[in-house]
Nanobody
Framework: QAQPVESGGGLVQAGGSLRLSCAPS????????MGWFRHAPGKEREQLGA????????FYGDSVKGRFTISRDTAKNTGYLQINNLQPEDTAVYYC?????????????WGQGTQVTVSS
């Protein structure tokens, strides 16, 4: 199963850090790529970045200012989003999405999201 499942969200004070995890529900499924997004109240969904699963190359969205790091552990078949120096404006639902193959036109499986709330 390609359906990704996120974990690691929660309530954190400003200045803190979180590491979100994302893994396909099927242990034998290997993504082609994994992307990270967030959706804050009253704002449009924002892409934070993505990682190519085999090579590990990453790209980050324009809004990312060095506080976000995307990585993956192929042995655990799990992707990660590390967020440092969290600020209240980072409060959002964070999603991971999987591009199942190179032939896919985009991210074709989405997780349910995990809430990140940053208190000032």
């Amino acid at each position: 199963q390609a359906q990704p499942v996120e974990s690691g969200g929660g309530l954190v004070q400003a200045g803190g850090s979180l590491r979100l995890s994302c893994a396909p529900s099927g242990r034998t499924f290997t993504p082609y790529a994994m992307g990270w997004f967030r959706h804050a109240p009253g704002k449009e969904r924002e892409q934070l970045g993505a990682i190519n699963w085999s090579g590990g190359s990453t790209f980050y969205g324009d809004s990312v200012k060095g506080r976000f790091t995307i990585s993956r552990d192929t042995a655990k078949n799990t992707g990660y989003l590390q967020i440092n120096n969290l600020q209240p404006e980072d409060t959002a639902v964070y999603y991971c999405a999987v591009r199942s193959s190179r032939q896919s036109s985009g991210f074709d499986y989405w997780g349910q999201g995990t809430q990140v709330t940053v208190s000032s």
